[in-house]
């Protein structure tokens, strides 16, 4: 079983909808969660971290986190054709969580 | 601010010989971590330094791998003899001190081909 699973797509969403992605993780005692987008051949960019249960808002994006399931996604609002990129989900590991394991990443597309 | 810059973006060199990578992290950012992304896979953990030192090294596959960071600034990561499968991305990041902060940075990585 693999630490951090993602459905790896494609996706596809037309321009203005919502763009639901989703990770589950299996380290019950995982604390910290992270979104990163990635386009090819470029440097995963981190968009979003969450740390307790609950949701978090920035701009169009939702974390959101339940720890009971080991379930974390990711909200895109209003999704933008500049949106189409790959998604990983990226979960801190250990007692200091400074070890991420990722997910292999959700591909995204944002048909205009 | 300048991120995390890594060099080179590509390397293809022959099995047997040594390449050596370099990744200059945030300014102030204590930690410091490599990961590598092998084709089709995940990226993987490999090390993690808390300035020069080594905090966690448990994902270096073998010691053909040598990370350092002398000085707590840049680090390298010397692959030698490099081997075909070692050929993947790999990436730096970096984040702060405060183990509040768990976010990391990462740099655009280096595309290692080993023929």
């Known amino acids: 079983q693999k630490e951090v699973e993602q459905n790896s797509g494609p996706l596809s969403v037309p321009e203005g909808a919502i763009a639901s992605l989703n990770c589950t993780y299996s380290?019950?005692?995982?604390?910290?969660f992270f979104w990163y987008r990635q386009y090819s051949g470029k440097s995963p960019e981190l968009i979003m971290f969450?740390?307790?249960?609950g949701d978090k808002e920035d701009g169009r994006f939702t974390a959101q986190l339940n720890k009971a399931s080991q379930y974390v996604s990711l909200l895109i609002r209003d999704s933008q054709p500049s949106d189409s990129a790959t998604y990983l989900c990226?979960?801190?590991?250990?007692?200091?969580?400074?070890?991420?394991?990722f997910g292999t990443g959700t591909s995204l597309t944002v048909i205009p | 601010e300048a991120g995390v810059t890594q060099f080179p973006s590509h390397s293809v060199i022959e099995k047997g010989q040594t390449v050596t990578l370099r990744c200059d992290p945030i300014?102030?950012?204590?930690?410091l971590y490599w990961y590598r992304r092998v084709m089709g896979k995940e990226i993987k953990f490999l090390l993690h330094?808390?300035?020069?030192?080594?905090?966690?090294e448990s994902g270096m596959p073998n010691n053909r791998f040598l990370a350092e960071r002398t000085g707590g600034t840049y680090s390298t990561l010397k692959v030698q003899p490099a081997e075909l499968e070692d050929s993947g991305v790999y990436f730096c990041?970096?984040?702060?001190?405060?183990?509040?902060?768990?976010?990391?940075?990462f740099g655009p990585g280096t595309r290692l081909t080993v023929t």
């Open positions: 380290d019950r005692g995982s604390q910290s």
């Open positions: 990041a970096s984040s702060q001190r405060d183990s509040g902060r768990l976010e990391q940075y």
């Open positions: 969450i740390y307790s249960n």
């Open positions: 300014s102030g950012h204590d930690n």
């Open positions: 330094f808390v300035k020069e030192s080594k905090q966690d």
């Open positions: 990226a979960v801190g590991i250990g007692g200091t969580g400074n070890q991420f394991y």
